[in-house]
């Protein structure tokens, strides 16, 4: 071996053996030690409960919808339609506290032709009004009441529950169930032993069901029959996510 060999391979080894002393010279304390620890095995899994249950109310979006020459005109026409709804509501047997309005809207209507400027026709007012029905034997009558003294347009039904507590809390003891059931079923099939919940997160939950309905053209038009109107069934579910450990 030559002799600027030897040395190279003398300064690598000094170089080596510099560093950890360094290191201890800055930080004032020995080489910190790094222990690796194992994380404990966990099994993590969701489940979901649900309760169908029979809806006990009743949410109308209904609107009357005006147009005249003036903004003045349709405004006063409409605020005479629905000072007629109001009226046919209350002998309807709806009470106030369940009748809101939720929209209010004048706008100005023009006429659009090819190469010409827009031309004003006239203008339209909206008035949406939300009604809360609380017997469900009176939705279509209520509908048909609403539509013969002036409302023009209907957005939708929603069908929902007074109070959804109880409908909830069941679906949470199903899911519940549903998702030890599965804990145990992996559990044997992966021959460990399983442990205790290490955390436990809940989604869903209730929320009305909107359907579509429609106002007829003629609120009296099958013989006098009111508008048949189906609540069906609503379904209320509850979503859990849980972390299990598990050991060997």
């Keep these: 071996m030559t002799r600027t060999a030897r040395a190279l391979m003398l300064g690598t080894a ?10 201890s010279a800055q930080t004032g304390a020995s080489p910190m030690q790094v222990h690796a620890m194992a994380q404990q095995p966990a099994l993590n899994l969701s489940a979901y409960g649900e309760v169908k249950v029979a809806p006990d109310q009743a949410t109308i979006n209904f609107g009357v919808v005006t147009e005249a020459a003036t903004a003045q ?11 007629r709804v109001v009226a046919a509501l209350r002998r309807a047997g709806i009470n106030e506290r ?16 090819q190469n010409q400027p827009p031309k004003l026709r006239g203008y339209q007012a909206q008035n949406r009004v939300t009604v809360v029905i609380n017997d469900l034997t009176k939705v279509g009558a209520t509908a ?17 529950l007074k109070d959804a507590k109880a409908a909830e809390d069941q679906a949470r003891q199903l899911a519940v169930r ?10 044997q099939a992966l021959g460990v032993q399983l442990g205790g919940v290490r955390s436990l997160t809940e989604g869903g939950g209730y929320a009305p069901e909107p359907r579509p309905m429609y106002a007829r053209a003629m609120a009296m038009d099958s013989g006098g ?14 979503d859990i996510s849980g972390t299990y450990d598990i050991g060997r």
């Design 178 to 187: 549903a998702l030890q059931d599965k804990a145990r079923l992996y559990a």
């Design 225 to 238: 029959a009111s508008t048949p109107v189906s609540a069906g069934e609503l379904t209320v579910r509850i």
């Design 73 to 83: 005109e349709a405004m006063t026409q409409n605020a005479q339609q629905m000072t």
């Design 144 to 160: 048909d009441a609403v539509v013969t003294a002036g409302v023009n347009q209907i957005d939708g039904i929603a069908f929902g």
């Design 14 to 23: 000094l170089m080596t053996l510099a560093v950890p002393a360094v290191a």
């Design 98 to 113: 369940d009748i809101q309005t939720s929209g209010l809207n004048l706008s100005a209507q023009y006429d659009y032709q």
